[in-house]
């Protein structure tokens, strides 16, 4: 068999292992990172990008300071029994100083979300805002080669294949048929990106999560870190107590990879690992397939299996197993499917949520766990987990509806295929739906009532800045609200999806995996969704995956190498 050698070994291309990889390859480590599809990238990828840290210097710098109690408070009246002081003391006092180290000494540039407030804003240490960063744009072009080993952006959340980013950019795409300087800023944005196209087959211009895993991965090819794709790791090599390398898999047969220094698993938790994530998703027990991630479907717990045969064990006494997520099921017209995230369109002023009995169950402007939560535990246990988000046709035609473009783009694609139910009236859009229709016309009939006046006394939506951000500035007096009075009317089916998974291997503060004994596998860490989520499967907050994974990335990397962890 064949045998390769390095000081660490990385399991997994998101976020979180390279990361690690860059970490420890800056502190002089030879480092192997080996992803099981072949191409990187992983959910970080597909995801927005947004990464929760607290006192961040671009905060700073902007004039946001705040104590460490106000976060760490914030996170104690959030995760209750949950709160882990080691874990969240480590994050809190960490994660500053692995922004800076990365601002400071690789490609991985960021920008700031000092407009993003908490998603729950109205518990104690909650914050306005100065708690987000996200990496800044990049171009493919930086990446030489290495580009074409990189997971493309979701064709579900960008446009044309341009990924859009939150805030300034996608304000301007919703604006662009209403506003002179949006629809040059729009006209420039496509043009380049069409120039992309046709010089280099593919899209180059990358945001959100895919620019966080392009910077981090032309930072990692700087560093000399190998990057291995398609190459699954099989089993761990555990010997005299410790973990020393790895059995993968290649193109020419089975390879050994010995680690000197240790493994770092962070392929991506179990998304799609069906017997699992039965086992610890309540509404699954009945269909176990009745759940959409959205990560990739290589995501399937390899890792923590190999973990386990060597004692380690994964969290089971989480808030929950998931980062709940709302999502449509998008039909093409060559057979295959896609994942739509409900992130952005549920707290548009004309959107309601109801449920088959044509009830609303929820703040439709709060965050998107709480929404997929709060429709799994609202729905009867001998029913479908579903609910239909319901608009007005000057709501679509403003800010888009799910997958559906706003006006000039036409909706007949997506009503012909299903996805999009479109009626003149109320009643009728019920009867499409299979919604009770009486129920349905008494919810909007008191919705509307206050609606008219900017008010929601069943939910208050409106009444945090989330909400308001969430919603429309223009719009008066609340943000968040309009009636739903004026047809045609428009649903879309929502079911229970997720981010990925919140139970992971369980570790210590410095992402060392612990032996079901409760000491650390010397040798063996665990980051991203590898690590049990430190949010005990809650989620307080935008970021809380990525602003973890990231951080623990860092840590592994510094601790792996030996070195002193920076705190601020």
């Not at 909650?126 to 997971?151: Q, W």
């Not at 980062?323 to 739509?340: L, N, Q, R």
């Not at 369109?345 to 703040?363: E, H, Q, T, W």
């Not at 943000?479 to 999806?497: E, N, Q, R």
């Amino acid at each position: 068999m064949k045998e390769n050698y390095c000081d660490v070994l990385v399991i997994g291309g998101g976020a979180a292992g390279f990361s690690a990889a860059v970490t420890a390859a800056w502190h002089g480590q030879k480092v192997v990172l080996i992803e099981k599809s072949h191409l990187f990238g992983g959910a970080t990828c597909w995801s927005g990008g947004w990464m929760w840290i607290p006192r961040n210097s671009l905060a700073r710098k902007a004039g946001i300071v705040e104590d460490i109690d106000q976060p760490r408070l914030f996170l104690k009246n959030e995760l209750k029994d949950k709160f882990s002081d080691k874990h969240i003391d480590m994050f809190l006092t960490t994660a500053p100083t692995m922004v800076d180290f990365f601002a400071q000494h690789t490609a991985l540039q960021f920008e700031d979300g000092n407009k993003i407030a908490d998603i729950h804003g109205k518990t104690a240490g909650a914050a306005e805002g100065g708690r987000s960063v996200i990496a800044a744009p990049y171009h493919g072009r930086h990446m030489g080669k290495l580009v074409k080993k990189m997971l493309s952006p979701k064709r579900e959340t960008s446009f044309l294949g341009l990924p859009i980013m939150a805030g300034k950019d996608l304000w301007h795409f919703l604006k662009a048929t209403r506003s002179f300087s949006s629809a040059l800023y729009v006209a420039k944005r496509l043009g380049l990106h069409l120039l992309d196209l046709l010089i280099y087959r593919r899209t180059m211009r990358f945001a959100n999560g895919s620019a966080l895993i392009a910077r981090l991965a032309k930072s990692a090819e700087d560093l000399g870190v190998e990057i291995r794709t398609s190459t699954p790791a099989k089993r761990l090599i555990h010997e005299n107590d410790k973990v020393t390398g790895a059995i993968v898999k290649t193109e020419t047969g089975e390879e050994i990879i010995h680690a000197k220094n240790g493994i770092i698993l962070a392929a991506g938790g179990f998304s799609y690992d069906i017997k699992r994530r039965a086992s610890m998703v309540p509404h699954l027990s009945k269909d176990p397939f009745a759940h959409w991630p959205l990560p990739p479907s290589t995501n399937t717990g390899d890792t923590l299996k190999m973990a386990e045969v060597i004692g380690a064990e994964v969290s089971t006494d989480l808030a929950s197993a998931v980062a709940w997520c709302p999502v449509s099921v998008v039909p093409y017209k060559d057979g295959s499917t896609g994942i739509f995230p409900h992130i952005i369109d549920r707290g548009k002023p004309g959107v309601i949520a109801v449920l088959k009995n044509g009830k609303r169950f929820v703040n439709e402007g709060d965050g998107y766990y709480d929404y997929a939560s709060a429709m799994d535990r609202e729905t009867p246990e001998d029913e479908e987990v579903y609910s239909w988000l319901i608009c007005s046709h000057e709501c679509q035609r403003r800010y888009g509806f799910g997958m559906t473009k706003p006006a000039p783009f036409s909706t007949k694609m997506w009503e012909e295929n299903g996805y999009l139910k479109k009626a003149e009236t109320i009643e009728a859009l019920a009867q499409s739906c299979n919604i009770d229709p009486t129920q349905l016309r008494q919810t909007l009939d008191e919705y509307n009532k206050s609606a008219y006046d900017g008010k929601d006394p069943l939910f208050n939506r409106g009444s945090t800045p989330y909400n308001q951000k969430m919603g429309d500035p223009n719009h008066t007096p609340n943000p968040s609200i309009a009636p739903i009075d004026k047809g045609p009317f428009y649903a879309i089916k929502v079911l229970p999806g997720s981010f990925g998974t919140f139970a992971g291997l369980k570790t210590d503060e410095l992402a060392r995996v612990l032996h079901k004994t409760g000491t650390p596998i010397q040798g063996l860490y665990a980051v991203g969704t590898d690590m049990s989520s430190i949010m005990g499967g809650y989620y307080p907050t935008g970021g809380i995956n990525l602003g973890p994974a990231m951080t623990f990335g860092y840590i592994a990397g510094c601790h792996i190498a030996n070195k002193k962890i920076e705190n601020s």
